[in-house]
Structure formats: C-alpha cells, structure tokens
C-alpha cells in the first residue's frame, strides 16, 4: 500500500522566515495530495491541496509544490507568523481507486517571536 | 454548506465498558465517511471507512466497530473499552475523491 514520509518532525523558525516541509510517497499513481493544519486541540484543517496534473498551487502565503517524477511534494510557508505554529499533516490518495487519504506523521511548526 | 457534528465532545469512561460516538453530516448526500483515532502527540489512525449506507471496511482489527444506519450518519462503537482506547476521535466526510473534511472530534479518556 501507499507510505508517506514526512520530514522534519519538527521545525522552529523565526517570525517573517520561511518554513518548508517535504514528503515523498511510494504509489507512483497516487493523484491528490492535500495539508492540513492542526491546532492543538482542534481538528486538523485542509489548507491547501494538489492534484497530479499541477505542479505548484499557490494560496497567499501557501504553497504547495509536487515533483511527480520524484514523488515528492513540499509545503511551503512565507513570512511566518505566530498563528502559523500548528502541526502540519501531508497526505497522498492512491490511485487506482479507493478515497482513503494516507497521512504523514506530522511536522510540528513553532514561529517564534 | 456542508456541516458535520460529533458527540459528545468529550466523554471519560471506566475500562470494561461501553462506547457509542455519533457523527452526522448535513448539506450533502452519499458522502463518503471516516473514522480516525488520534493518540496524544501522535498521527491519523484510519480506522474505518464507509461509501454507502450498511458498507463499513474496517482497516485495523481491534474491539471497535463501525455502523452506517443513516446516509449520513456514522456511528463507532466498542462493547468493552480498553486503556488504549483513549485517545482522540475524528469523524470526517468526503464529497469525492480525496477532500477530507473533518468534524470537531471527541476526546475519550479510558480509566
């Protein structure tokens, strides 16, 4: 079945520095890749996603790039803010049918000040 | 607009004994659903999923069930609750492939 690897488990930045996390996935036909963010305590949130016939998507200060030959995409944060600091979750759907999401183990952000 | 309900949102519940957590969804039809169980600090568990009415596949074999009684109503149940039951349960829907859009969730402590 599908994995998805995601790295780092942490990462601390300074407020106004970007932050980039990365994942790669192993079904060479997976076709949605989504992130969502989780507060503590809360429900995780999509925030933005990419289907496999984009390469890059862009929502503010989001993006999301997807590198299918490599099978790796990467969410990327500009300007961080306080409010950023969040787990952050990548996920894959697998092709060949099926609608379960394959999640990666997290990445917890923290923006300091 | 779509809206999905959990209950309650948190629950404490001696070892041994019964669970029943809700999850409705409004605004849609034939939504896919899902269950997830989150431990503290940890990631998305899958622990079952539904495409219709009655269809429940179940993805990690442990004392919890599913049921699917209503189009939109999703249902996770356990007759006798372990320690490692605690955690935090996540109800989510899908319009089509892939979206997931989760409910508020509920906290269950196991004691």
């Known amino acids: 079945g599908e994995n998805v690897e995601q790295h780092p488990s942490t990462l601390s930045v300074q407020e106004g520095d970007s932050a980039v996390i990365k994942c790669t996935y192993s079904?060479?036909?997976?076709?949605?890749f989504p992130w969502y963010k989780q507060e503590l305590g809360k429900r995780p949130q999509l925030i933005i996603d990419i289907r496999s016939n984009v390469g890059e998507k862009k929502d503010q200060r989001i993006a999301v790039t997807l590198n299918k030959t490599a099978k790796h995409f990467s969410l990327h944060i500009t300007e961080t803010q306080p409010e950023d600091s969040a787990v952050y979750f990548c996920?894959?759907?697998?092709?060949?049918?099926?609608?379960?999401?394959?999640f990666g183990t997290g990445t917890q952000l923290k923006v300091e000040l | 607009s779509q809206t999905i309900h959990q209950w309650p949102a948190t629950l404490v519940q001696p070892v041994g004994s019964p669970l029943s957590l809700e999850c409705t969804v409004e605004?849609?039809?034939?939504?896919?659903l899902y269950w997830y169980r989150q431990a503290a600090g940890r990631g998305l568990q899958l622990l079952f999923y539904?495409?219709?009415?009655?269809?429940i596949s179940s993805e990690v074999p442990q004392n919890l069930s599913a049921s699917r009684p209503q189009d939109r109503q999703f249902i996770l149940s356990s007759k006798k609750l372990l320690l490692s039951d605690s955690g935090f349960y996540l109800c989510a829907w899908s319009p089509r492939v892939g979206e997931q859009y989760f409910g508020p969730g509920t906290r269950l402590t196991v004691t």
């Open positions: 079904d060479s036909a997976s076709n949605y």
């Open positions: 996920a894959s759907t697998p092709g060949g049918g099926g609608n379960k999401l394959t």
């Open positions: 539904s495409v219709g009415i009655g269809q």
């Open positions: 605004g849609t039809s034939n939504p896919n």
